[in-house]
């Protein structure tokens, strides 16, 4: 082998397709038994993608939203699970770089993030407010340095193979539903009881198990600013964008199963167009308009995040929800198109045009805060905002 | 205004506590106003004072407080004086 065989290509995306072989490797098998994508996260560390986003201050490399979406795409191709859990990390992680910074203890736990490769996990969604993440029922009790929480977390995503957790909660005992903290507890700060199983359609390799949380950690671990803020300024932006971004990746995939499917037919079919071929061009329309849409989505954000007065503003928030209705919608049809086109060798398992678990996976989109919820969201800040119908604005 | 602010809050606001008992610089959002009161809120303040909301001002900021609600409305009206 040449020398230069032997320096591989450090570049985010040659890093990402070292990872997505792996994930691909396992994909199935993480399907079928319902499993933590082990293999891909490990590579995840060793190929030190956990850290990208922290800034290179603290020993990250200040990776973007648009990087780490490209990121998310190229591992949605390969395991939707695996990209999920990057994805999911990688938004805990924004609210820590966006928020953190003023914060000893967080600037800490960046350097330590980027150093070790912790992999962070999420406990937003509760029992009796179900995706209503803006409200909780638990509520912190800070007793001078410690503070103790107790959550019934109904969903926690790989909960139990994460290096620490982010909790949201009500500020204090007496605080109003909406009145809320977010919290990181580091493994080895809290327990989990698990309470629910994780026995899904699809994504089943995030392991979203529920648990009884119980964490007891010193309270400058609380973020030092009120979650509304953190979820309006980063949460929300990241988790559409994220999520989108690792969707269009499994839709992208579909696109590229079926187009090999009408091209092996093709060959067949010495000079007559396959039946597919055309729905296999209607299927390349959707997944340019996916496509755009996400663009249009990262470069909002990018701009947005400017100017925190835009970040917090109605017209973002509707514009964010929109990559989100449209993706998670978007994603079924094309996907559904594809099968169509491959038939039974995309119904059938373990083909070369599979695609029973693209869609499976992609069926979650739509729940992962309900698009009914982030429609009722969006029509409620439409009583009062005023549409920008400019082209480039 | 601040009466008619208060009155509103009141009204839409769907605050667990008494307005009566909320200064005017508390924090609207830790009290418990929730997105969809603050928009019945603006709705209610539109119709008041025949205004209507810039885009610029629909953030959390504008409705945080009382006092930054009566200020936001004023610099409204001013807005419209100017004209
Ligand atoms: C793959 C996956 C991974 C996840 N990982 C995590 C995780 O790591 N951490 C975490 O905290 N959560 C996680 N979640 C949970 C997720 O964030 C949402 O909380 C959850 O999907 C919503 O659950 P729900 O449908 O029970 O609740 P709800 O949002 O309460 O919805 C229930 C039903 O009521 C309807 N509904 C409720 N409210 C409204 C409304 N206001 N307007 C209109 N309709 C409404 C909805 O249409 C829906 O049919 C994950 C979810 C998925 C799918």
Redesign the interface.
């Known amino acids: 082998m040449s020398l230069p065989a032997f320096a591989a290509d450090m570049s985010l995306s040659a890093r990402a397709q070292r990872v997505a072989t792996v994930a691909a490797e396992f994909a199935d098998r993480v399907d079928h038994d319902g499993r933590f994508p082990r293999e891909a996260v490990d590579a995840m560390k060793a190929e030190r993608l956990i850290g990208i986003q922290i800034p290179t201050a603290f020993g990250g490399e200040g990776a973007s939203i648009a990087e780490i979406a490209e990121v998310c795409s190229i591992l949605g191709q390969a395991c939707a699970a695996s990209a999920m859990v990057f994805a999911m990390h990688q938004i805990k992680v924004s609210s820590l770089v966006e928020h953190g910074g003023d914060s000893e203890w967080h600037r800490d736990f960046m350097r330590e993030l980027a150093g070790r490769q912790l992999l962070v996990a999420s406990a937003t969604t509760e029992g009796g407010i179900g995706g209503n993440m803006?409200n909780s029922i638990c509520a912190i009790e800070v007793d001078g340095d410690t503070c103790r929480l107790t959550k019934d977390a109904t969903v926690i995503s790989y909960g139990a193979h994460a290096d620490a957790i982010m909790v949201t909660s009500r500020?204090n005992e007496k605080?109003?539903?909406?009145?809320q903290v977010m919290t990181v507890f580091k493994q080895g700060q809290y327990t989990l009881q698990k309470t629910v199983d994780w026995d899904t359609l699809g994504m089943r390799g995030t392991c979203s198990d529920g648990f009884l949380f119980r964490g007891e950690a010193p309270s400058m671990q609380i973020f030092p600013k009120?979650f509304?803020?953190i979820a309006?300024q980063s949460m929300l932006a990241t988790s559409h964008l994220l999520w989108s971004a690792m969707w269009y990746g499994i839709a992208a995939d579909a696109v590229l199963r079926a187009q090999a499917f009408v091209r092996a037919a093709a060959r067949k079919a010495g000079g007559t167009q396959p039946p597919g071929a055309l729905r296999l061009a209607e299927a390349s329309n959707l997944l340019q308009l996916l496509k755009a849409g996400i663009l249009s989505g990262l470069r909002i954000y990018a701009d947005a995040k400017a100017d925190h007065?835009q970040l917090?503003?109605?017209?973002f928030s509707i514009a964010m929800n929109n990559v989100k209705l449209a993706s998670s919608e978007t994603i079924l049809t094309i996907i559904n198109q594809a099968m169509i086109i491959c038939g039974i060798m995309g119904y059938k398992n373990g083909t070369p045009y599979s695609l029973g678990r693209h869609l499976r996976d992609a069926h979650s989109a739509q729940l992962m805060i309900s698009n009914d919820r982030i429609l009722g969201?969006t029509s409620?800040?439409l009583?009062?905002?005023?549409p920008?119908t400019s082209l480039l604005g | 205004m601040n009466e008619t602010i208060r009155e509103l809050l009141t009204r839409v606001g769907g605050l667990p506590v008494a307005v009566t008992e909320l200064e005017d610089g508390a924090d609207l959002y830790a009290a418990g106003l929730s997105s969809f009161a603050s928009v019945q809120l603006m709705l209610g303040l539109e119709e008041a004072f025949d205004i209507e909301f810039p885009d610029s001002l629909l953030n959390r900021k504008s409705f945080a407080s009382i006092a930054a609600v009566e200020q936001t409305v004023s610099h409204i009206l001013k807005a419209r004086e100017a004209a």
């Open positions: 803006r500020s605080a109003a539903p909406t009145d009120p509304a803020e309006a007065d917090s503003s109605m017209a969201n409620t800040m009583l009062v905002q005023k920008d």
